[in-house]
Nanobody, 118 residues
Framework: QVQLVESGGGLVQPGGSLRLSCAAS????????MGWYRQAPGKEREFIAR???????YYADSVKGRFTISRDNAKNTEYLQLNSLKPEDTAVYYC????????????WGQGTRVTVSS
């Protein structure tokens, strides 16, 4: 079954905002880093942000100052707040969750489409 469920994508005008959510199933053990990639039409998948269990964050230069990643460990959920959106932010956004331990894995969400257009 699906273990990372994404929501929040849609169509927005330039300068607008969206909030993406990614909820991880409790069946995923020992989640460590969570984060987001995106893939624009005709482009390679691009890393955009990650966050540790303790809340340390890292952003790609292309989104720094505009996007904010956060997480709620009690809800096993991560978020991506997208502000000051530009047409070049148009992409399918994918969340991920990395597990620690001897059976470390990366789990992916199904993707949510963000379209920025006037």
């Amino acid at each position: 079954q699906v273990q990372l469920v994404e929501s929040g994508g849609g169509l927005v005008q330039p300068g607008g905002s969206l909030r993406l959510s990614c909820a991880a199933s409790r069946s995923i053990f020992s989640i460590n880093v969570m984060g987001w990639y995106r893939q624009a039409p005709g482009k390679e998948r691009e890393f955009i942000a990650r966050i540790t269990t303790g809340g340390r964050t890292y952003y790609a230069d292309s989104v720094k100052g505009r996007f904010t990643i956060s997480r709620d460990n009690a809800k096993n959920t991560e978020y991506l707040q997208l502000n000051s959106l530009k047409p070049e932010d148009t992409a399918v956004y994918y969340c991920y969750a990395d597990t620690s331990g001897s059976m470390a894995l990366r789990y992916w969400g199904q993707g949510t489409r963000v379209t920025v257009s006037s």
